[in-house]
């Protein structure tokens, strides 16, 4: 796979509040009432198409909806593509002994989201996706916990007074890959899902050892997942950045699921602000076919690896040879048969 590909899916997850929050409001001196907003992408509003900075910090972040709620001066702190140093380097500068609630999403980058669902999204005989998961694996089960403990003892001891409330993650799959362009098998879905309530887990047993309250979001994502019929999470999408994040009925969900863990009201999902996205085509069939062309699947060593996996090389070039199409019908063909060759590969192991 080209460094180009490599590059574009990974930045799913590395990746103010319009002229208002962007003027000084993240940077401001803390004041009673106040609302930090601290972690990643799933924070910082990823996957609403309403990027304001270099952090993403979108309007229909789950966090600018509690604030325009409940009439909260937020700071909003959380950065796409954060992981708990960036949190412990980057986030805490506005907390302290008059912060009065706090919610965080962190953990994900920590254990290589980005790098895990790019190698799994890859045809089965190029990937390695199981041990790209054991290895994420292997750092949330050694490493993270103590990762975890920082993080949380910091915020403890900076804003003492503080409601925190820690979500953690959502299933992204429902076990269907609806995209042309990613190869996920029902298997490597299962084990994606399977890592993330692990990840759940262990986000639920520190933050809950440190005094905070945790929010399980997977229930309220149950029948929402990609390529789902109401989809809370975007697919493989343009700007890719977009891609695998809640969209803007999700951040809507866990608005509602995070306010009660603040210890405000309940927050209804419809009570929040409704205004919809920018038009988001679907991905073409050609952008999709561009993207499968970029991962060199005929070059020497892709080819090698097919054979090894049972895979007729020349199945593999008359596939691709069929992107290059001007005829769309003969591209559709094509990603069709890499399809169906990606799931015999799944189908032996």
């Not at 900075?53 to 959380?78: E, K, T, V």
């Not at 292997?138 to 915020?155: A, F, H, K, N």
């Amino acid at each position: 796979m080209s460094t180009t590909t490599r590059t574009l899916l990974a930045s799913t997850c590395t990746l103010a509040l319009g002229a208002t929050l962007a003027a000084a409001p993240a940077q401001a001196a803390s004041s009673d009432g106040d609302y930090v907003a601290l972690g990643d992408s799933f924070s910082a509003g990823t996957g609403t198409y309403a990027r304001t900075d270099s952090c993403y910090r979108s309007p229909y972040g789950y966090p600018a909806l509690i604030a325009g709620q409940r009439g909260l001066d937020l700071h909003y702190r959380a950065c796409s593509g954060a992981d708990t140093s960036d949190v412990l380097a980057d986030q805490l500068g506005t907390l302290d002994a008059h912060t009065a609630l706090v919610s965080m999403t962190i953990g994900g980058n920590d254990v290589g989201f980005a790098d895990v669902l790019t190698e799994c999204a890859l045809p089965g005989w190029i990937s390695d996706c199981d041990g790209e998961i054991d290895d994420s694996l292997t750092i949330l089960r050694t490493v993270l916990p103590g990762r975890l403990d920082q993080v949380y003892g910091e915020i403890a001891g900076r804003a003492p007074n503080a409601e925190v409330a820690v979500a953690g993650y959502p299933y992204l799959f429902n076990g269907q890959d609806c995209s042309w362009a990613t190869f996920f098998s029902g298997r490597e879905m299962a084990r994606l899902n399977s890592g993330t309530a692990e990840l759940d887990r262990l986000i639920d047993a520190r933050s809950t050892a440190a005094g905070f309250t945790y929010v399980e979001v997977r229930d309220d994502f149950a029948g929402h997942a990609v390529c789902d019929r109401q989809a809370w999470i975007n697919n493989l999408t343009l700007p890719i950045d977009e891609s695998f994040h809640p969209n803007r009925a999700g951040n809507r969900a866990y608005a509602s699921a995070v306010a009660p863990a603040m210890g405000l009201s309940s927050v209804a999902a419809r009570s929040l602000p409704q205004a919809q996205a920018q038009p988001v085509p679907a991905p073409s069939i050609r952008s999709q076919a561009a993207a499968v062309l970029d991962m060199d699947l005929t070059s020497a060593e892709h080819l090698r690896q097919a054979r090894a996996a049972g895979v007729k090389p020349g199945e593999v070039r008359k596939a691709v040879a069929k992107l290059r199409s001007g005829n769309e019908q003969v591209v559709r063909a094509g990603l069709r048969e890499l399809q169906e060759l990606d799931a015999q590969v799944a189908s032996r192991g």
